[in-house]
């Protein structure tokens, strides 16, 4: 399965943006897709996940700001980023695999990963 991740851009404080996971070679179906995003010189974090057949799940920091969607019409999973603050600016990763609960959050419950969008907010 190839990710190619869309989407990203700049965007002032308090607007809204909507990155996209789309799959080629496959489908999503039975993966679980999460969304990363990595600052300049740090390792890449979690942002958030939807599970097949589990609950989704969404880093704190983002929680009622971002939401992780599937678009199976599409075979593709979108994470709408709403309220966008400075600190969002990172690059962002999509990723699917099958991982376990407790690995749900973690880059090596993954297995595949797209090549990363650039998203720029500005104050």
């Known amino acids: 399965v190839q990710l190619q991740a869309s989407g990203g851009g700049l965007a002032q404080a308090g607007a809204s943006l909507r990155l996209s996971c789309a799959a080629s070679g496959g489908t999503f179906r039975g993966y679980t897709v999460a969304w990363f995003r990595q600052f300049p010189g740090k390792e890449r974090e979690f942002v958030a996940a939807t599970g097949w057949g589990r609950p989704t799940i969404t880093q704190d920091s983002v929680k009622g700001r971002f939401t992780i969607a599937r678009d199976s019409a599409n075979n593709a999973v979108n994470l709408q980023m709403n309220s966008l603050k400075p600190e969002d600016t990172a690059v962002y990763y999509c990723?699917?695999?099958?991982?376990?609960?407790?690995?749900?959050?973690?880059?090596?419950?993954?297995?595949?990963w797209g090549q990363g969008t650039l998203v720029t907010v500005s104050s």
């Open positions: 990723a699917a695999g099958r991982p376990i609960m407790s690995t749900m959050r973690a880059v090596n419950g993954y297995t595949y």
